[in-house]
């Protein structure tokens, strides 16, 4: 196991690459299975979750070769089953379901758990599978899916208490990619990685019409076939270092993005008072000695991503105002409070919404990362510290940020990663 050492205090400057999207790679990866010819994934990040992903594609009987940001599967023979040691390890396997039942008619995927950020229940995706046609029947831990004479198109309505769902939309569309007739999904996430794989899909020879808005429609196909395609930028990543530009920098800009990705995190930077410019390509943002505070809530796309939430918690603990954050998708996404506090953080954590008082002085302390974001924001908090944080569990944040302690050295960070 390893752990980050941060030295607070440091200015960024400079600039920095962003990665692919580790939630565009995750279905990408999990739709080469549709098609028994060779598909190929480029900018896919090196991360664990992407491992996990492509060491599922493997175990089904997928060919995979990875290297340097590019993979190449070809899943000629594959089985429906998904084995829960692995599918265990990551929540995200479990888009894995859509293809396995497009292409297979059955499917067994182990369930996976409850995580730190909440419940993360997978009764919409069984709902959609069910809708087209599919038994569902939840047996030992496992979701098994068969539909023996095939999946039939159908309307769809993937919305949920908490709003629609990214992945959920994610596997009902690429189950119904083969599936009988007309698909439309109603409640669809409108998320910028679900428009990333149905561009995959379509480039596989898949009919999808609407992605990147609530509604989508699917006319299914006899087959796919194979393709070439690069995913998307990580927008999670960008914001995290214009995060990091915001509370340290001295000008920090991040190179191969897609501003429009990022509208609603721009929009609250720029309320705070940041200075931002954007080109085709890049973000630059510019420091600002008189931020001002912020009330956030966190939406589904194009609101403001909870995927961003922790971030902007520590972001407000530097800005010398009352800010608050109300957290509606993971209602209980806060486990960086806690640790937050113990570095002098001013939080009043209320249900969902955190109150947080910024500007109290933060000083380093040993912290625990939870999840991948509550991860990242301790990371932003120790940069902005005073004297030595210790973050531990540092493999929360190898999950999801690719390099995280190089980009940020290369920006004039100081940290270490040791054994722990
Ligand atoms: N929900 C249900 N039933 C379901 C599915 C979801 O009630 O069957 C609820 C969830 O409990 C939550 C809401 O719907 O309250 C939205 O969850 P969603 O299904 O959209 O989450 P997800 O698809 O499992 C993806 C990202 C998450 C990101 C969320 C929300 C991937 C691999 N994961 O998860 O990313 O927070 O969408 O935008 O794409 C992260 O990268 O750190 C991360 C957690």
Do not use: W
């Not at 496992?142 to 994610?170: F, H």
């Not at 009330?295 to 194009?302: F, G, I, Q, S």
């Not at 995280?404 to 722990?420: C, N, P, T, Y």
């Amino acid at each position: 196991m390893e752990k980050l050492i941060v030295h607070g205090g440091a200015t960024l400057k400079g600039r920095v690459n962003i990665s692919g999207s580790k939630n565009s790679s995750l279905p990408i990866l999990a739709a080469t299975l549709l098609t028994k010819d060779e598909c190929t994934i480029r900018r896919v990040p090196d991360l664990s979750d992407t491992n996990y992903m492509t060491q599922i594609l493997a175990e089904v009987g997928a060919d995979v070769e990875r290297a340097s940001g590019v993979v190449v599967v070809k899943a000629e023979n594959i089985k429906s089953e998904a084995p829960y040691d692995l599918v265990r390890k990551m929540r995200a396997s479990i888009c894995v379901l859509g293809p396995l039942t497009g292409r297979l008619r059955h499917a067994v995927v182990s369930l996976p758990g409850g995580c730190v950020i909440g419940d993360r229940p997978v009764d919409l995706h069984l709902r959609g599978m069910e809708a087209l046609g599919a038994e569902v029947k939840v047996d030992a831990g496992n979701v098994i899916v068969s539909a023996p004479k095939g999946l039939k198109g159908a309307t769809i309505n993937m919305l949920g208490k908490q709003g629609s769902t990214v992945l959920g939309t994610d596997n009902v569309m690429m189950a119904a990619v083969l599936a009988k007739g007309t698909t439309i999904i109603e409640g669809a996430a409108a998320e910028p990685e679900v428009e990333d794989l149905a561009n995959f899909l379509k480039k596989m020879g898949a009919k999808i019409e609407g992605a990147g808005t609530n509604r989508i429609v699917i006319e299914g196909v006899k087959e796919l076939n194979g393709c070439d395609h690069t995913v998307i930028a990580d927008r999670i990543e960008a914001g995290t270092f214009l995060v990091a530009g915001a509370m340290l920098g001295d000008g920090v800009t991040i190179k191969r993005v897609n501003a429009d990705h990022l509208r609603a995190v721009l929009d609250a930077l720029r309320k705070c008072g940041f200075a931002i410019e954007t080109t085709k390509d890049s973000i630059t943002i510019h420091p600002n000695g008189t931020a001002k505070g912020f009330d956030l809530t966190t939406l589904p796309y194009p609101g403001f991503p909870t995927d961003m939430q922790a971030q902007f918690c520590a972001l407000a603990c530097a800005i010398p105002d009352v800010s608050t954050i109300t957290e509606t998708i993971f209602p209980q996404r806060f486990m960086h409070v806690a640790e937050m506090k113990r570095m002098g953080a001013n939080i009043d954590l209320q249900g969902a919404t955190a109150r947080i008082r910024g500007g109290a002085k933060l000083s380093g302390a040993p912290v625990m990362a939870s999840d991948l974001r509550a991860s990242a924001a301790l990371v932003l908090a120790a940069m902005k510290a005073e004297g030595r944080t210790e973050i531990n569990r540092l493999y929360h944040i190898d999950r999801g940020y690719e390099h995280l302690d190089d980009k940020l050295s290369s920006l004039g960070a100081q940290l270490e990663r040791v054994k722990a």
